[in-house]
């Protein structure tokens, strides 16, 4: 049994204060004439993506985004799935659209993802946007490492000046994550690790936030966490049991701050992305 002290950091609650936000700013764009669409392409039926998309638009629907959808068979070719972006692309009620990683095996992902305009990368993952990122201009971020900074700015946890330890060094998590933390106005010093990492134990006792994003359960132990850190639980693995996090639970009585798997940063993913599509609306607003 294990008893929680640590204040958790509460994605779903956090979600709905940002959805709220959302509602004002999408009527707003109501009264100029523009409804924000999100797209998405999904290739295949696995069960973990499908849910992802199915949650998406049933976001959409609460904040009043429109919904385009675009279901490939898991045996699609590459030229279909380029169709189907370059439909999006050229669709004007699309503002922002995702392709739901990971593809299938067989498909180039690179090359799908360079297809996009970077101008509707509602997941800031085109080359473009993640060369913006690198280089401190204005783009869309990515919508997990966007979400973790928002929740942890929301629940006060000092960034600046934080040693923050990174494990996971996914395109969609962890890379994005590091140059977002250092950028001038976060100001983290980030250690990069990994499930390569010789003594990822000596890493991650110095952290004062820990994001654990490697897809491998209960890789960050109690023992690993300095007392009153905050630890963010970003992994996420199906077993026969339902889904496990890479922290293991007893790490809660240590941390000072945690955000759980389920109910922590997954719910700012999605949070982040339509945040990211009401911003590419407004832009386009900005710019008729
Ligand atoms: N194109 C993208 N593909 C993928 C991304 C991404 O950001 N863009 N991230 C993940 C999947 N993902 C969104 O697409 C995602 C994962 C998990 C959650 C979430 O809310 N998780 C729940 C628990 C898990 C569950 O219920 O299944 C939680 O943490 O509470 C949202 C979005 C890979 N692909
Ligand atoms: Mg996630």
Request: aromatic share 2%; net charge neutral.
């Amino acid at each position: 049994m294990t008893s929680v002290t640590a204040t958790i950091l509460d994605g779903k609650a956090t979600r709905d204060a940002i959805y709220d936000d959302l509602r004002t700013r999408v009527a707003a764009l109501g009264d100029a004439g523009v409804r924000p669409g999100l797209g998405t392409v999904l290739v295949g039926a696995d069960p973990g993506s499908a849910a992802y998309v199915r949650g998406k638009h049933r976001d959409c629907a609460k904040v009043g985004i429109t919904s385009l959808r675009r279901d490939l068979p898991d045996d699609a070719t590459q030229e279909q799935v380029a169709a189907a972006i370059d439909e999006l692309n050229a669709d004007p009620a699309c503002h922002g659209y995702i392709v739901q990683l990971p593809l299938p095996r067989g498909l180039d992902t690179g090359a799908l993802l360079e297809r996009m305009d970077p101008s509707k990368d509602a997941d800031g993952l085109h080359p473009v946007n993640l060369g913006r990122l690198v280089l401190g201009e204005q783009g869309p971020l990515p919508c997990t490492p966007r979400g973790i900074v928002e929740l942890l700015r929301r629940y006060e946890v000092a960034i600046d000046g934080a040693e923050v330890v990174v494990v996971g060094r996914g395109v969609t998590v962890g890379r994005p994550l590091g140059l977002l933390l250092t950028r001038r106005s976060e100001n983290a010093t980030v250690t990069l690790c990994h499930t390569g990492t010789k003594d990822l134990a000596a890493q991650v006792r110095r952290a004062d936030i820990v994001v654990a994003a490697a897809g491998r359960p209960s890789l960050i132990t109690a023992d690993m966490v300095k007392p009153g850190a905050a630890v963010l639980d970003v992994g996420i693995t199906r077993t026969e049991q339902g889904l496990v996090g890479d922290v293991a639970p007893a790490a809660r009585e240590v941390a000072g701050f945690v955000a759980p798997m389920p109910g922590g940063v997954g719910p700012m993913t999605r949070a982040m992305l339509l945040t990211n599509v009401v911003e590419a609306a407004e832009r386009a607003v900005r710019s008729a």
